[in-house]
């Protein structure tokens, strides 16, 4: 089972220095935990802040062997410039694709990123697969949530269920799917069922790791 952990700073308490500092040490103990990959899904940093997060994470998980591979989400420029494992890229079809983003990486002499999609319809699914998409994160599977101040879980939406989630695993083809939303230790064997690869998530990881 793949197991993907996505990041969100805001679930912790403190200033931004102090949250930086919580989110380096989960990181590491994702790492502990054998985690095969890490989304830094900080969007509302700029630039220069997240090359400077992502050098912190980088100094960690060099120090184990085998790290989680390192993706950070849609900003191909940071990933280039900090030579990241790989960029995590919306189901938006005016944003980056896969090829543009492993063109990029060419440009720069790195070698081939991991380049991960969000794809929420099974349209999405076709069009990742299309696109040789490295990873099709689908959801959300069980419901949809949102912190409120990184504290409170609200629910926002059920889930779209495991037949749908069976259907984007067949029609990804050789493409891993790895199921998203609501994902939880007593859920997490029904997902795998339907013959998703793996898991993605940020709650789940955050409470196991805390």
């Known amino acids: ?70 993706l950070i989400h849609s900003r191909a420029d940071v990933a280039i410039a900090t030579r990241a494992e790989g960029v995590h890229l919306s189901s938006s079809p005016d944003g980056l694709t896969p090829a543009q983003v492993r063109t990029l990486y060419a440009a720069a002499a790195l070698p081939e990123p991991i380049v991960s999609l969000s794809c929420h319809t099974l349209a999405e699914v076709a069009r990742a697969r299309s696109l040789a998409a490295s990873y099709i994160l689908f959801g959300p599977v069980f419901e949809k949530v949102v912190a409120n101040n990184g504290i409170v879980d609200t629910k926002v939406c059920e889930g779209t269920g495991l037949d749908l989630l069976r259907a984007a695993s067949l029609a990804a083809g050789p493409i891993p799917v790895l199921a998203l939303g609501g994902i939880t230790d007593s859920n997490a064997a029904a997902a795998l069922t339907t013959g998703a690869a793996g898991i993605a998530a940020i709650r789940l990881f955050l409470q196991q790791t805390r």
């Open 1 to 70: 089972m793949l197991r993907y952990a996505i990041s969100d700073r805001s679930r912790f308490s403190g200033d931004e220095e102090s949250r930086q500092c919580a989110l380096v040490a989960q990181v590491e103990r994702l790492a502990v935990a054998g985690v095969d990959l890490i989304q830094l899904r900080e969007r509302d940093l700029p630039a220069s802040t997240l090359v400077n997060l992502v050098r912190r994470l980088q100094a960690t998980l060099r120090t184990y062997h085998p790290a989680p591979r390192l």
